[in-house]
T-cell receptor, first 111, second 116 residues
Framework: QKEVEQNSGPLSVPEGAIASLNCTYSDRVSQSFFWYRQYSGKSPELIMSIYSNGDKEDGRFTAQLNKASQYVSLLIRDSQPSDSATYLC???????????FGEGTQLTVNP | GAVVSQHPSRVICKSGTSVKIECRSL??????MFWYRQFPKQSLMLMATSNEGSKATYEQGVEKDKFLINHASLTLSTLTVTSAHPEDSSFYIC????????????FGDGTRLSIL
C-alpha cells in the first residue's frame, strides 16, 4: 500500500462545476496535510494546509480532514480553466519532518 | 510572504560538468530546506533534507558524493551536481520551511537541468 494515495485521474469537469480531489494516507501519526497545485513544467504551489479534523475554507477552495478515516480532500468550487493543473496531496508525520507526496491528480476544467 | 528563490532556472551543459543550484528564502529564516527531483509525469522525489549548520540527510539511493548539499545560513542552501551525466537530467526543486509548529514547505521555481 502506498503511503499517500490520490484518486486516479485525469479528472475532467466543466467550468463552474465543483471539482473533488481525494487523498488517503497510511500513517496514523500524520499531523499535517497539504494540497499543492503544480502547473505543467512549474514547481508546486501551496494551496491549502489543514491540521485538525473538519473543514477549512479559503476562497473557492475547501479542504476536509478526517483523521479517523485517514482521509483528506480538496473541493474546488466554481472551477475555472485556470485551475487546470496537477494537484498533489502531501502528508507530514510530525512537525518539521519530511513530506510524503501522492502521485497527483491531473485536473482539467473545460470552458 | 514565504518566497523561495531558486537559481538558475535552467541549465544546459556538457557531460562531466559540475552544476551548482542555489535556493534562498527571501523573507523568512528557513531552519530546514529540502531538495527534490522530479522526472516527467512523476511525483516529487525527496533527495535530501538540509538543516542549517549540519550535514544533510540523504534519502536511500541518493549518492551524497554526487549531490553535494551545503546549508551555510538560515536563508541559503546549495545543491551541487558533480560530474553530471545525461541520466542526471531532471527538474530539481528546493523547498524551505520556517521553524515552529504547523509550518508548510514553500517551493522554489525549480531548475531544469539538461546534460548533453
Amino acid at each position: 500500500q502506498k503511503e499517500v494515495e490520490q484518486n486516479s485521474g485525469p479528472l475532467s469537469v466543466p467550468e463552474g462545476a465543483i471539482a473533488s480531489l481525494n487523498c488517503t494516507y497510511s500513517d496514523r501519526v500524520s499531523q499535517s496535510f497539504f494540497w499543492y497545485r503544480q502547473y505543467s513544467g512549474k514547481s508546486p504551489e501551496l494551496i491549502m494546509s489543514i491540521y485538525s479534523n473538519g473543514d477549512k475554507e479559503d476562497g473557492r477552495f475547501t479542504a476536509q480532514l478526517n483523521k479517523a478515516s485517514q482521509y483528506v480532500s480538496l473541493l474546488i468550487r466554481d472551477s475555472q480553466p485556470s485551475d487546470s493543473a496537477t494537484y498533489l496531496c502531501a502528508v507530514e508525520a510530525g512537525s518539521g519532518s519530511r513530506l510524503t507526496f501522492g502521485e497527483g491528480t491531473q485536473l482539467t476544467v473545460n470552458p | 510572504g514565504a518566497v523561495v528563490s531558486q537559481h538558475p532556472s535552467r541549465v544546459i551543459c556538457k557531460s562531466g560538468t559540475s552544476v551548482k543550484i542555489e535556493c534562498r528564502s527571501l523573507d523568512f529564516q528557513a531552519t530546514t530546506m529540502f531538495w527534490y527531483r522530479q522526472f516527467p509525469k512523476q511525483s516529487l522525489m525527496l533527495m535530501a533534507t538540509s538543516n542549517e549548520g549540519s550535514k544533510a540527510t540523504y534519502e536511500q539511493g541518493v549518492e551524497k558524493d554526487k549531490f553535494l548539499i551545503n546549508h551555510a545560513s538560515l536563508t541559503l542552501s546549495t545543491l551541487t551536481v558533480t560530474s553530471a551525466h545525461p541520466e542526471d537530467s531532471s527538474f530539481y526543486i528546493c523547498s524551505a520551511r520556517e521553524g515552529g509548529v504547523n509550518q508548510p514547505q514553500h517551493f522554489g521555481d525549480g531548475t531544469r537541468l539538461s546534460i548533453l
